[in-house]
């Protein structure tokens, strides 16, 4: 098994890190698990067991949520694999095979959004499942497999932006032998990087740490709005598209290895479209709730499969069956007790 020498700067601690997390034989064929791999199952695995307790909570319906969380998978690594393939078309057109090697890379976040939205709308409209609830429970859960799915870009030592004399610098060899192969393409596309030498290290931005951890601390907030401030179906998800594609707008300019239209970076611009976008429609559905607040599906009440449930009647009819019926009933009072008082 082999292993690259990762060091970061303000460390003198040397950080081994292996593309491979284990091999084996089987039935007389050898097997691969690489860190990739299962780094991002390990993220999706935990996406998807916090969106289904907050379905749950919402008591949205289970059975139909697992047919959307298949469907919506499916369409999600299809749509990563084909928008990365169809921003490096020169290469995958003379390299057809290459295309089915996720495990080497190239999964884009934007595409996998794009395809797996898709792929989750045609789902709850065939199974009647309210798709602007669905998108609450993803924005939360795409923040918590994107925040450790990046980890994955680690241990294949991608991901990472140009150079940087911050205590957090990254650089390995891989680090250096991609720079070395692609500064052509920087040259071409106007971005300075060294790639340094063993002894005289040209540290870099581990860009991927920074959305990992914007990711997580959004797993956070968008929690906390989601429990304390939620006025509308799909605002979660509005939110969600502010924070990322705002963090997103920003690092990718930092970026070594991003896919480009012309000279601009195609992340980038659809990051700024996004958070335009999303920052446009909560502003206004918050001023449209202002003026005529109603209950938030989900929250405030939900859909028992015959009638809209008050969610408020139901915990007050819980607490007072707790209560026991401890409190007497107040019985009304008789003409001479009201001439008492």
């Given amino acids: 098994m082999e292993y690259t020498e990762v060091f970061f700067k303000g460390t003198d601690h040397v950080f081994r890190v292996s593309q491979v997390l284990a091999e ?5 064929h050898d097997f691969t698990i690489r860190w990739y791999g299962a780094i991002i199952a390990f993220g999706f695995i935990l996406a998807a067991l916090f969106g289904g307790r907050i379905a749950y909570t919402w008591k949205m319906n289970l059975d139909k949520m697992v047919d959307v969380l298949i469907y919506g998978t499916i369409g999600g690594i299809i749509g990563a694999r084909l928008y990365y393939c169809i921003f490096e078309w020169e290469y995958y057109i003379n390299n057809p095979a290459e295309m089915l090697k996720v495990w080497n890379g190239g999964l884009a976040i934007y595409g996998g ?3 797996g939205l898709i792929a989750a709308y045609i789902t709850c409209r065939v199974r009647k499942l309210n798709f602007l609830n669905l998108l ?3 924005g939360m859960s795409l923040l918590i497999g994107q925040g ?3 980890w994955g870009n680690f241990t294949n030592q991608e991901a990472f932006g140009v150079n940087t004399d911050l205590p957090w610098g990254m650089w390995s060899t891989k680090v250096q032998s991609y720079i070395i192969r692609n500064q052509a393409s920087f040259i071409e596309q106007g971005i300075s990087v060294e790639p340094g030498t063993v002894s005289n290290k040209a540290y870099v931005h581990p860009t991927f740490l920074y959305e990992s951890l914007w990711c997580l601390l959004g ?6 709005i989601c429990r304390r ?3 509308f179906s799909g605002q979660i998800f509005l939110c969600y598209g502010v924070w990322y594609g705002l963090e997103r707008a920003l690092v990718e300019g930092l970026r070594t290895d991003s896919l480009y239209i012309g000279p601009f970076r195609v992340s980038q611009l659809l990051s700024v479209l996004v958070v335009t976008v999303c920052a446009v429609l909560l502003t206004v559905k918050l001023k449209k709730y202002t003026k005529n607040p109603k209950p ?11 009638t809209y449930v008050s969610r408020h009647a139901e915990e007050t009819a819980v607490e007072e069956e707790k209560d026991g019926g401890d409190n007497e009933p107040e019985t009304e009072k008789t003409e001479e007790d009201k001439n008492d008082n």
């Fill in 24 to 28: 084996f034989t089987l039935f007389g």
């Fill in 113 to 115: 959004i794009i395809g």
């Fill in 136 to 138: 609450d429970c993803a």
């Fill in 148 to 150: 450790i799915g990046r």
């Fill in 219 to 224: 797993v956070l907030v968008l929690y906390i």
């Fill in 229 to 231: 401030y939620r006025k």
């Fill in 296 to 306: 938030v599906e989900g929250v405030d009440y939900y859909y028992d499969g015959e």
